[in-house]
């Protein structure tokens, strides 16, 4: 049990840090004029509105589920499920909370300077990575010194921690897919009346849906995603221990081993953000991604340390190269999915160049190297698994277990991605800020700077997760195989190709779901944009306000109601295949959602990345620049991408987990009550 | 033995009806004006000097294939090969023919009223159907006896037909792959200049594109549409009889099963298509579906009597009920297909609605409505499997056996559905010769009557199509696993996920390389067709005419170029995977690309139908009608709907087929060479 304090070490200097970072940005930086902090005040109403009604909603449905989980598994299990459900809730509220703040005042920074707005905008991201991950592995190591107090089984510690992982990412589902359904609603209503039909600028003070649409920003990519990338760390974080315990008979070190790795990942990113900094001619970019490798290298050096003063022997060596092997693939999807998506880049300029035939064209061709784009993806995550798995043979450990440590590995700096990736929303609105607000070109000049940086990392990040989703929902597939006591799952037998079948369909159809859910609210809210612009004298003028609360109004309503069928869907449909078509089935449909999860992912996140930048390629005076016919084909394009890119895809890697979860946990009331 | 000559005669008789109606109808049958002979002869023209080359292109392809596979496993199977690929050459050279001398005798005949054209282009389709069908089964009956003759063990045998089908589907990818293209660089590049750009109607003779547009559906969906069709058809034909050898010992009960099976299908077709026929105050796609059902009853009866002469006790009844379910299900797909496609539905009235908001949300809306078209063809496919496996094990008789007679029974009566799948552009095609020939009104109108009915039948038939090939190779999947002898393929394994995830990336890999082929010859299209408008003096006034050939070619050169990449693709990737990573991991591959096929199928045919549907409702003065933003907004939609149900969709069922086929056929070498 020595070494296992580390872990909650870890998160405990996390969250300090995050408190300490986000106090210093609150002393040391201005929020700049009065009329910044009447818009940042907005902002912030507007999302803590919403969160607070999403909680409020989603507080119901805890409850009941808490309850069912209570009765069939012991209050553990329940107080486990709502401790992860809060645990996400208050995380990805404080994270939310810092990007406003860090917001305005990077705006404010940008007139001093680009050194010092990046400084800013990076420590707001900061607060919102450190405090979620510190947050996570502190929970998990306690409920688990905890637990272990109470069972004598760690198995059995395990699986009640496993409703601690259930309950964050049913949260983390609704948080996603909510808050992607709110930004982009409020982004396409912006637009299409805006931009298209009024012809008023971006992120013009007289466009109605213009607060909503910065709300949108950090209810949909700092609080959602936020929620998504810690819930695939936690689950695949139990699900190594699981493994770990389940395989090496419960001896500790193997489910102390991946806590530790997690922590020697906290630890790396704790160092890599002291070396964060744009010096001279440097870009901020640049300046990230520094940060980003330097974090991978300290972790693998700190890792090698803690496996070695563990002394499992050769084990170690295998586990070492597993998370490196995770670790590296992590690195080669998060690369490659930045050229597909990048400016300068082959896939956006055919992109862009094809809007001259049209938009009908501009779609297909983003359509096309968007699933072109998973290829490199989808190897990187075969290659990383089957490394992995002959690494761990090759020194004599569980090749499951090395698996599951190749997808602890990928993910272990997650505190720095998430920084990384909260930075973007935060430069976001930042740029949205200095443009409503009228501030000088030069100001607008370095926010634009910082907004293009946030738009790489973001994309590189955005792979990075979802491969590292990959990883663990397959460690935690095997974790639920190992539940359940399934040894064999015969692909030839066609009960579980049945399930395969049924799986493979869940994912697209949720994305159907929610990207119908975007369009109808979208409708909504044009028709209330107009409106407003019809009715409200003088409002085209800049003489009056718009009314930006009823914006606000529709887009969290249509958010709030389309989410509960797809989450439900979520939930149930595992039930429903696992209680009529059994265990071995459910294994199937399991395997099945995961498979199609991830290529839809991969598909609606680059293609939406391509079509965003080929539209701003044009913008930036290319084939026309704007308002050209090829311009508004690729404003077409943007358009189809965005749910893509914001609501669907990042809610996928989300959905396999929570069911992947819901079958694990549920298995033993399977394996009772199934009809064959 | 002496059943089995019931399937060369039926195959016969198939032959010598296509015949008859043929002569019948090129003698009963004139073929109209002066003019619209000359369109008639410059279609038959470019057809067939595009079949020429791509005969002549895909013959060095052949004949290496066939040497290796002579080389590999002895001159049998590279004989069987060589037959299979002029056998689909052949049948679909056969039936295009009959089509384009139906088209214009359809016009004609149109001039005297809606019966008599409609017969003649029922005529046409039929020929088609039957002839197609004929050959397949009297082919595979023939070279099942004289292999038996041969070897003296029957899996033997059948191994060596599988050579056939081989031959047969990888012709088939060609035809589909190479024709979809052709058929969508000429419609679109027709449409987005002489619709969008200069306001001329569809199908206007001025149009440099408009030959080349006709031709286009004569390669692509007739020719192709036929030779994929009849691919699955055989595929799954040789599946059962292997699964029948290999299960049954060799007992000859089991392997005839199958041909008699389909052979009654054969007298089924024959006995409804006498039953079609338009009465007073009825409508072609009534007619046409009465038939379909009249057909599926005979059939059914047929069936039963056949398993009762053959006297293998219950298993026969097992056989039947299997039949009977696979049967049903592919009505039921072809159902649910039609109400998500259909113009007077939901999602084609909503995904007309969404184009007032703009052509993003009319995308978007298409796509979502397009994946939940997905649920109840998957459901149903899962349903069919599992009750025919299920029936099966009820009746004593093996259930993968159950679950590939299905399959057999789900394409028994492919004669009728290819008949009616051919007759569709057969009228679109005749709808056009009357547009280009300026006829009166009322004809106009009857061929638009007789066009709404093929829209509809052919997305019936193209959900049975999909069905029914998911079915053929799932039985061709266990055929797989039979002769590598496997019998536990683990899921748990990640050797076997690594290979379910490359497979499942397949599908949608070759979809991309199909659509950006489509983009980036359409763009030629669009160049050359402007560049006509431009330099030839009086075109736009209709004193001269265009160069149709120069359309023709371009079209003709990008498909033939572009079709090579992801036919060789489909081919190398199993092979590659097999040795690289194991017969284990290929199982597992070939699963992942059934799946993902299945689904990227049905989305494609699905969302595409339900956008050129939703661009008709509004054309028929719906929404603002013809010229409306709307209309604009519903006319992208249905470009990008064009390659997506017209090149890609239609080409995962044989890409999927090939694919399988490839690795059951390699097996022996894979089980040698395999690097582990």
């Given at each position: 049990m020595d070494w296992l304090i580390i872990a909650p070490i870890a998160g405990l200097a996390s969250i300090v840090t995050a408190v300490c970072l986000f106090l210093r940005m609150m002393k040391e930086y201005e929020s700049g004029t009065e009329k910044m902090q009447e818009i940042s005040a907005a902002i912030k109403e507007g999302a803590e509105a919403y969160l607070k009604r999403q909680s409020e909603t989603l507080a119901i449905f805890v409850l009941v589920m808490a309850a069912i989980l209570g009765i069939s598994f012991g209050y553990n299990v329940a107080l486990s499920y709502i401790l992860g459900s809060l645990a996400t809730t208050l995380a990805s509220y404080f994270g939310m909370r810092a990007a406003i703040r860090a917001n305005v005042r990077t705006t404010n920074a940008a007139r001093s300077g680009l050194n010092k707005a990046f400084t800013v905008a990076f420590y707001g991201g900061s607060v919102m990575g450190l405090s979620i991950v510190g947050i996570a592995i502190l929970a998990v190591s306690v409920l688990y010194y905890v637990y272990s107090n109470v069972y004598a089984d760690p198995k059995q510690s395990l699986e009640t921690i496993l409703g601690f992982s259930f309950g964050a990412s049913a949260l983390a589902l609704f948080a996603k897919a909510g808050g992607g359904i709110y930004t982009k609603t409020a982004d396409i209503g912006a637009d299409l009346v805006g931009?298209?039909?009024?012809?008023i600028p971006e992120d013009?003070?007289?466009?109605?849906?213009v607060i909503a649409d910065n709300v949108g920003d950090n209810v949909g990519d700092v609080a959602g995603m936020g929620a998504d990338l810690v819930d695939s760390y936690i689950a695949g974080l139990i699900a190594a221990m699981l493994i770990g315990a389940e395989t090496y008979f419960g001896k500790i070190e193997y489910i102390t081993l991946p806590l530790l790795i997690k922590a020697s990942g906290v630890f790396a990113s704790l160092i890599g953000i002291l070396f964060v900094r744009v010096g001279k001619g440097s870009n901020p970019g640049a300046a990230l991604n520094r940060g980003n490798f330097f974090t991978c290298l300290v972790f693998a050096i700190l890792t090698f340390l803690i496996i070695e003063v563990l002394g499992i022997g050769t084990h170690g060596l295998g586990v070492f190269f597993s998370a490196v092997a995770g670790l590296i693939a992590g690195m080669v999807i998060g690369i490659t999915t930045d050229f597909f998506t990048s400016i300068d880049r082959t896939p956006v300029l055919r992109t862009a160049e094809s809007s001259k035939t049209g938009a009908a064209i501009n779609i297909l061709s983003g359509f096309s190297y968007g699933i072109l784009s998973i290829a490199p993806s989808i190897i990187g995550i075969v290659i990383a698994t089957l490394v992995s798995w002959n690494v761990a043979l090759m020194y004599g450990l569980d090749p499951y277990y090395g698996i599951s440590t190749a997808a602890v590995g990928m993910l272990a700096t997650a505190a720095t991605i998430i920084s990384n990736d909260a930075y973007g929303p935060i430069v976001d609105n930042a740029k949205g800020i200095a443009e409503q607000t009228g501030l000088e070109e030069d100001v607008v000049e370095i926010a634009d700077k910082l907004d293009a940086a946030g738009n790489t990392t973001k994309a590189i990040t955005k792979g990075f997760a979802i491969g590292a989703a990959a990883l663990q929902v397959l460690a935690l597939f095997h974790a639920y195989a190992m539940v359940v006591k399934i040894d064999f799952l015969n692909l030839v037998d066609p009960r579980i190709i049945g399930g395969l079948f049924l799986g493979a369909m869940m994912p697209p159809l949720l994305s159907a779901l929610l990207i119908l859910a975007v369009g109808k609210n979208a409708f909504r809210m044009v028709e209330e944009v107009r409106r407003q612009f019809r009715e409200i004298s003088g409002l085209m003028e800049g003489r009056t306000k718009p009314d930006y609360a009823k914006c606000v109004d529709i887009a969290a309503r249509g958010a709030l109601k389309a989410l509960i069928l797809p989450g439900i869907l979520a939930i149930i449909a595992p039930l429903a295949v696992g209680f009529t078509l059994g265990k071995d089935a459910l294994g199937g449909f399991l395997a099945g959602s995961i498979i199609t999860g991830i290529i839809f992912a991969l598909l609606m996140a680059n293609s939406g990345g391509m079509w965003d930048n080929a539209k701003k390629y044009i913008e930036?005076?290319?084939?026309?620049?704007?308002?050209?016919d090829a311009h508004k084909a690729a404003v077409i394009g943007d358009t189809v991408g965005d749910p893509f890119k914001d609501t669907a895809g990042p809610s996928l890697n989300t959905m396999i987990t929570v069911m992947t979860l819901v079958a694990t946990v549920f298995a033993p009331l399977i394996a009772l009550y199934a009809i064959k």
């Open positions: 931009k298209v039909e009024l012809n013009d003070p007289r466009n109605p849906a930036a005076g290319n084939l026309g620049g704007k308002g050209s």
